[in-house]
T-cell receptor
Framework: SQKIEQNSEALNIQEGKTATLTCNYT??????LQWYRQDPGRGPVFLLL?????KEKRKERLKVTFDTTLKQSLFHITASQPADSATYLC????????????FGAGTRLAVHP | EAGVTQFPSHSVIEKGQTVTLRCDPI?????LYWYRRVMGKEIKFLLH????????ESGMPNNRFLAERTGGTYSTLKVQPAELEDSGVYFC??????????????FGNGTRLTVT
């Protein structure tokens, strides 16, 4: 069955550095991949969608890559700030398209001043 | 624009009781989804409405769960009778577009359900 793996350990970095989060998937060839941010007690918030024919996508300080050969997506936050501290979720569409998504467990990012 | 709203934010009920969760999607969003996260697990898909029609309810755990979206506006998710394993956070999300759309999901803040 399809499976998504994200680093379960928290990522701690210094303010101003680049944070890199990893999403690996198996038994799957998704047409696109999404990244969400989730804060404690809140619902996930959509950040970026990258399609299988796109190698890289950027939005302000965020950059996402999608390597369909490695079955991996990397999520980068440049010039990180304490306000970027949150859990970041990777999500892929299950068969059937639309937004029937399978989510990873998420990686918690802590940016320290 | 108002976001997706869910009510209640928290619910504590005893095993065997009934609970009804409500979701108001963003106005104009035809697609409405229910997801849930049980303790220690990933967020998982439950079902998908397009307007008032159920398009996919393959993620519903069992027949103790009933979702409705009368009139294609707000939706309710009823659990009857509740069991201990139903505890978790139930998220509602909505999106624009037609049936095949992958427009980004807008999530509510969830209902935290605790069954004791």
């Amino acid at each position: 069955s399809q499976k998504i793996e994200q680093n379960s350990e928290a990522l701690n970095i210094q303010e101003g550095k680049t944070a890199t989060l990893t999403c690996n998937y198996t038994n799957y060839s998704p047409a696109y991949l999404q990244w969400y941010r989730q804060d404690p007690g809140r619902g996930p918030v959509f950040l970026l969608l990258i399609r299988e024919n796109e190698k890289e996508k950027r939005k302000e300080r965020l950059k996402v890559t999608f390597d369909t050969t490695l079955k991996q997506s990397l999520f980068h936050i440049t010039a990180s700030q304490p306000a970027d501290s949150a859990t970041y979720l990777c999500a892929l569409p299950l068969s059937g398209g639309y937004n029937k998504l399978i989510f990873g467990a998420g990686t918690r990012l802590a940016v320290h001043p | 624009e108002a976001g997706v709203t869910q009510f209640p934010s928290h619910s504590v009920i005893e095993k065997g009781q009934t609970v009804t969760l409500r979701c108001d999607p963003i106005s104009g969003h035809d697609n409405l989804y229910w997801y849930r996260r049980v303790m220690g697990k990933e967020i998982k898909f439950l079902l998908h409405f397009v307007k008032e029609s159920k398009q996919d309810e393959s993620g519903m755990p069992n027949n103790r769960f009933l979702a409705e979206r009368t009139g294609g506006t707000y939706s309710t998710l009823k659990v009857q009778p509740a069991e201990l394993e139903d505890s978790g956070v139930y998220f509602c999300a909505s999106s624009q577009g037609g049936r095949g759309s992958n427009s980004p999901l807008h999530f509510g803040n969830g209902t935290r359900l605790t069954v004791t």
